[in-house]
């Protein structure tokens, strides 16, 4: 026995002597518990944090490289629990450095629609909605495995996973089809989520303001919900109304929850329309009483008064039915129907339209030579400019453009970005796709780079909503427990070593609607997996992102 005491502590003295690969030296430690910070040394060895220590113990310590924190916050990397990076990780060169600049080292994909599993409906589902399918196909039952594979090829700067996009399980089994799904069609989508859920999904991302996930009913929503219950997944909305229901939105998200055994998270938590700014209050006083009641609800947010979509969010949802979007668009008995139903103040489906009013409609990015003057100016201009009204504007765009036309709406107020912030409940979330500014050729929205920054700049900093170390925690261990990723979202010992490194007095974003490709300022250093990705605010070129599985994860024999 005291041989292997002192076997064991050798093999101890002898790891202490190896060289660490890195260390961040002299900081301000906020580690993401919520905590109050202190002075402290990190130490990194691989991919992992090796070592952390009270400021100066670890100054002469053998290291490979040295990270000179002195003056700055050392915080775990933010994590986007609502990024849309699904095409650089696949098909670009998946830098997303607009997301790495803010502090991000890991995002969390699938609101709505995933670019797997995938069948021939799915994929020309994607097309008439003008947004075509990502090549190559993940077809089979562990299509969702395989695309988390080829995206971990191909290469990331950070970290991703995804939930299982809702209206891509409806259009594996109904395509674009209404109405409600057969307990036979119901039972597929069933078998596709729980081959997810072991593929490695955190659970199901609805959207159900767009079609066709607006064509999912509360029992069919509950019902594929429940098959993930067993794996540990989390039902994820863009509720049917962030505006004139929703109220009601909210409670059928918490009766989905119920119904399936799960616990509901809502994306981007907002009352849209100046007409609907009042009831933050009596929303988040329903989510405090459910919790009280003792079901599991929560929300995250972005921190910006304008959301973004597509331009097609202005139509009535039955416009895109059956995959006749462009087909509707151009017939003008159909077109004049729709332009009706455009026109209606209060509306069952969200109308973006008559919530923003033109003047509030910003187009973002226009391809089509005979569109290219429109881009980055109001609809309501671009209308008086063609000499139409507004709707006719609009529905001409999209079907010259044969696509869905990124759109910026100005839809919610200052005094509740606020309030939300207070919530211990809240976490952050880009709802954006990582850019690189430097090939950027078309309008963003500014949360694509500067989420992250803005909080911590503007509402903590500044305003003074909350204190550093809540804000941090909000971004970091909160979501990362919310998803149950164990050894990510807090500095410690062990865990790994995904790592932001900014300067509180600084951080900002910088980031406008009418220049959005700007890197935010006060992020220095960026580490993920204990390797550096960017560097004095300069991107490395590193890669080392990897894919991250929830709960029900089982790995293939």
């Not at 030296?25 to 905590?35: A, K, S």
């Not at 079609?211 to 009913?217: D, F, L, R, S, T």
């Not at 007095?505 to 993920?528: F, K, N």
Request: a negative charge; charged letters at 20%; proline letters at 6%.
């Amino acid at each position: 026995m005291r041989c292997l005491i002192l076997l064991a502590a050798a093999l101890v003295l002898h790891a202490q002597e190896q060289p660490y690969d890195l260390l961040v030296l002299n900081g301000r430690i906020v580690d993401g518990t919520g905590n109050s910070w202190f002075y402290g040394d990190l130490a990194i060895r691989a991919d992992r944090i090796a070592r952390i220590t009270p400021a100066g113990a670890l100054a002469e310590a053998p290291a490979r490289d040295r990270l000179d924190a002195r003056g700055l916050i050392v915080a775990p990397g933010f994590i986007d629990i609502q990024g849309a990076s699904q095409m650089p990780f696949l098909a670009g060169d998946g830098r997303v450095v607009s997301h790495v600049a803010q502090g991000i080292t890991t995002e969390i994909m699938g609101e709505g629609w995933t670019a797997a599993p995938t069948n021939e409906k799915t994929l020309a589902s994607q097309e008439s909605l003008g947004r075509a399918g990502a090549p190559p196909r993940f077809e089979g039952p562990h299509g969702f495995d395989a695309w988390l594979r080829a995206m971990e090829a191909h290469g990331a700067s950070i970290n991703f996973g995804s939930f299982l996009g809702a209206a891509t399980v409806r259009q594996y089994v109904m395509g674009m089809r209404q109405g409600e799904a057969t307990a036979g069609e119901l039972e597929q989508m069933q078998t596709l989520v729980r081959n997810a859920m072991i593929d490695g999904a955190f659970g199901i991302g609805s959207a159900l303001i767009y079609p066709p996930g607006n064509y999912a009913g509360t029992h069919e929503l509950a019902g594929i919900a429940k098959a993930m219950a067993p794996f540990g997944g989390i039902y994820i909305t863009h509720m049917r109304s962030e505006a004139d229901h929703l109220i009601e939105s909210i409670r059928e998200a918490i009766a989905i929850g119920r119904e399936a055994g799960v616990p509901v998270e809502i994306y981007h938590l907002k009352a849209a329309g100046k007409r609907n700014w009042a009831k933050m209050t009596e929303a988040i006083a329903l989510i405090d009483e459910t919790r009280r009641g003792g079901q599991d609800v929560g929300a995250d947010m972005y921190p910006y008064t304008a959301g973004a979509t597509g331009l097609t969010a202005c139509f009535p949802p039955w416009t895109a039915a059956d995959g006749k979007l462009f087909d509707n668009l151009a017939d003008p008995a159909v077109r004049a129907k729709i332009r009706t139903e455009m026109a209606e103040p209060f509306t069952e489906w969200e109308n973006m339209g008559q919530l923003a009013g033109p003047e509030n409609i910003l187009i973002v990015a226009l391809n089509k030579p005979e569109n290219q003057a429109f881009a980055g100016r109001r609809l309501s201009e671009i209308a008086r400019a063609q000499n139409k009204d507004w709707r006719d504007a609009a529905m001409d765009l999209v079907l010259t453009e044969h696509r869905r036309v990124e759109t910026i709406y100005f839809l919610m107020n200052e005094d509740n970005l606020a309030l939300q912030l207070k919530q211990p409940w809240i976490k952050i979330g880009t709802d954006s796709v990582g850019v690189n500014p430097e090939n950027a050729r078309e309008l963003a929205h500014p949360r694509s780079y500067g989420t992250f920054p803005r909080v911590l700049g503007e509402f903590v900093r500044e305003k003074h909503v909350m204190p550093l170390e809540e804000a941090v925690r909000k971004m970091t261990s909160a979501t990362a427990r919310r998803l149950s990723i164990p050894d990510r979202g807090i500095l410690q010992a062990g865990m790994f070593a995904d790592v932001a490194v900014f300067d509180a007095a600084t951080i900002a974003d910088r980031s406008t609607y009418e220049q959005p490709h700007q890197l935010p300022s006060g992020i220095r250093y960026v580490i993920v997996n204990g390797t550096v990705v960017m560097k004095d605010g300069v991107h490395t070129g590193a890669k080392p992102g990897r894919a991250l599985r929830g709960a029900g994860f089982r790995p293939a024999p």
